[in-house]
């Protein structure tokens, strides 16, 4: 998947500034992709002269004019034809905490547990914010209500996967966690 269909799939929601767009891509897509704020407004710059965004500036008074962007209906054509696309690629991991996890026998395991803690930690906050986002879709209602009434649903689906990725950052962590303790109490290096 090309950064452009993340970014289209955060234009969905409605016009936006890049910054707008590089605060709210944590809180709309970043449970499945992720990408710096110069990757974004590159991303936007080229997608505005490829024609699939449009982009307006609106005169601000104490802060410098700021341009929003919003999808064209060529670039709705695009999303529609990468939506109808064959099958997605499997996913591919590329964690360095799993690499630092599998050398943790012949390093230093204070130095891994710390990082496995570092890790709850952030699926912990990253977990909680989600619920918000979770609570504030549903606005009181309950899940078979939201879809039956939803405008859009693809993004309460997409918050449900990076729900279940952080549940499963947090069980494996506590997990690691107990049996690096464990290895530590126990003597053997």
Same mark, same amino acid.
């Not at 360095?96 to 943790?104: D, N």
């Given at each position: 998947m090309a950064l452009r269909n993340a970014v289209m799939a955060a234009l969905l929601?409605?016009?936006a500034s890049g910054y707008d767009l590089a605060k709210g891509f944590e809180a709309s897509v970043a449970n499945f992709w992720m990408?710096?704020?110069?990757?974004?407004? *590159?991303e936007l710059e080229r997608m505005e002269s490829e024609g699939l965004v449009s982009a307006r500036v609106v005169?601000?008074?104490r802060r410098p004019n700021k341009r929003l962007f919003s999808l064209t209906e060529a670039g709705r054509h695009v999303l529609r034809a990468y939506v109808a696309e064959g099958p997605s690629k499997p996913t591919a991991i590329r964690d360095?905490?799993?690499? *630092?996890?599998?050398?943790?026998d012949i390093g230093d395991i204070d130095a891994v547990r710390a990082a496995v803690v570092e890790r709850v930690e952030r699926s912990t906050a990253k977990l909680a914010r989600y619920e918000r986002m979770r609570d504030r879709l549903l606005a009181g209602r309950s899940e078979d209500e939201y879809f039956a009434d939803a405008e859009r649903i693809g993004p309460y689906l997409t918050l449900m996967g990076g729900m279940a990725f952080e549940r499963a950052n947090l069980e494996w962590g506590r997990t690691a966690l107990r049996r690096l303790e464990q290895r530590a109490s126990s003597g053997v290096r």
């Open positions: 929601e409605g016009e990408a710096t704020p110069q990757q974004l407004y *590159r005169q601000q008074e360095e905490l799993m690499v *630092r996890v599998q050398c943790a």
